[in-house]
């Protein structure tokens, strides 16, 4: 029987951080990421992880320190929200060129400005190009259960990219939920010993991290990011598979809800996939055959995977939390429309929730009332639609 | 081209797999002046091997004995640190020795 605790979506990252007992972790404070390291620090100041913290001054200083910290052999994670992502954009790229796999939970915030501390996706979707994996959880449950994966996935060796963790500020990062947690032997057992092909530290088989790639180089360098992000699909498939065999929640790359006879569906990231199946059974009782994709994988994304998923559908409402000047829609939609090119469905954008703003069962049923009706008119094409939106 | 390695042959992460590939590496290609040293006025002090940046000034057994065109990039800090009433190391624009080996 596994162990029940009520826990928020960052004391279930934390929780999981200190059962993996990485070896470093770089440090600085972001709402809503704050309370993620002010819990593990904790661990470490009680003396119940041995993990090397490393203070820094800045987000950038964190990836640096990250960086610097697995290319010396040791495993590594931080930790970031909105702002602090940004701050660490040009060593978020190295550290996935460097093929270093640093995990990091990603506490969704929306990016300034104007400034705001509360959830959207777009701090995480800038960075969708950076070569790292990029996990959703709909939950802290999740949270908790895709920390523990992100190490193994990260670390394969065909894959050895980093990999965010991203949740929801403060609906997930603030809520206590139960959250069954594993025995810290379990996740002891998990993830491993993880040895390096290269350290920095192995000073009998000294290499150079860094280097200079001149034009001759560099596109070889790129295809090989493009092979191991290929390979990150078999590897999210087996660790989430053997961790379901370990805990009884086996994970895969999207997650379907009422889709075997759905005619009309709706795709969504994150802790709103909750909300959208509350709406979907309101739906049906409305006589509409609503279901909902969760997308828990963003990076790679899973086109094989989703378009078995949409089954029967004729109609598909894709939910963004983030935006895209100057194009209809926001990433999320742009990405499902072009890997179901060619496809008979009608695909229609829906942006909701920037900066926080709520999202209700309510509003969804009204989505999956424009989808029924755009299947009954023929209608395959509009501009986005703003859900909530004072007009 | 074709001598390269392709990006399966490749090591991943950009990483140089072995140490001293530098010496290999010429990287000398964009020196603009040339430093030429006089071993008559040289008067050993190491000023040049202290202070050059690119570890281009060859020492052997306590003295200096040459410098590494392969590698110097002709910044001059070699000349500049080279004692006023020395003077053993001087610059030289390289359109001086158009038609010599270069580096």
Known sequence: ?391 | MSKLPTWKELAIGGVIPKAGSSIEKKTAGWRSNRPIRSNEKCIQCLRCWIFCPDSSILVKDGKVVGIDYDHCKGCGICAEECPKKVVAITMHPESEFEGSKKD
């Open chain 1, 1 to 391: 029987m596994a162990k029940y605790v009520s826990l928020t979506g960052n004391d279930a990252a934390a929780t999981a951080l200190r059962q993996v007992r990485p070896d470093v972790a770089s440090a600085y404070p972001i709402t809503p990421q704050t309370e993620l390291m002010h819990k593990f620090a904790e661990f470490v100041a009680n003396g119940d992880v041995d993990t090397e913290v490393i203070l820094v001054e800045s987000e950038h200083s964190a990836m640096s320190a990250a960086i610097g910290a697995s290319a010396a052999g040791a495993r590594v994670f931080t930790a970031t929200s909105s702002q602090g992502l940004a701050l660490m954009w040009e060593m978020v790229y190295i550290a996935a060129s460097c093929r270093l796999p640093i995990v990091m939970p990603e506490v969704n915030r929306a990016l300034s400005g104007p400034i705001n501390i509360h959830c959207d996706h777009s701090d995480s979707m800038g960075c969708r190009d950076a070569g790292w994996i990029q996990i959703f959880a709909e939950n802290s449950q999740e949270a908790y259960d895709s920390t523990l994966q992100a190490f193994r996935i990260a670390e394969r060796k065909d894959v050895l990219l980093p990999t965010m963790i991203c949740f929801d500020g403060f609906i997930i990062s603030h809520t206590n939920e139960p959250v069954a947690l594993l025995q810290d032997a379990q996740v002891a057992a998990f993830v491993g010993d993880y040895k390096p092909e290269r350290a920095l530290l192995d000073v009998e088989h000294p290499f150079t991290v860094g280097g200079l790639d001149m034009p001759e180089w560099y596109f070889e360098h790129k295809r090989q990011q493009v092979e191991a992000m290929r390979n990150a699909f078999s590897a999210i498939e087996a660790v989430g598979q053997e961790f379901g065999k370990l805990s009884g929640r086996p994970y895969g790359f999207l997650e379907g809800y009422r889709m075997d006879d759905a005619e009309c569906a709706i795709i969504a990231l994150g802790s709103t996939c909750g909300t959208a199946r509350v709406a979907a059974d309101e739906a049906r009782e409305q006589g509409i055959k609503a279901g909902v994709i969760k997308l828990r994988i963003f990076r790679p994304f899973p086109m094989r995977q989703l378009r078995q998923a949409l089954g029967r559908t004729k109609t598909v409402g894709v939910l963004d939390r983030s935006i895209s000047f100057g194009i209809e829609g926001g990433p999320l939609f742009h990405e499902v429309r072009s890997h179901l090119y060619g496809d008979d469905r009608a695909i229609l954008p829906f942006v909701y929730g920037l900066g926080g703003r709520d999202i209700r069962v309510e509003q969804i049923v009204e989505v999956f009332k424009t989808l029924r009706d755009a299947g009954k008119s023929g209608l395959k094409d509009r501009d986005v639609e703003f859900i909530g939106l004072r007009e």
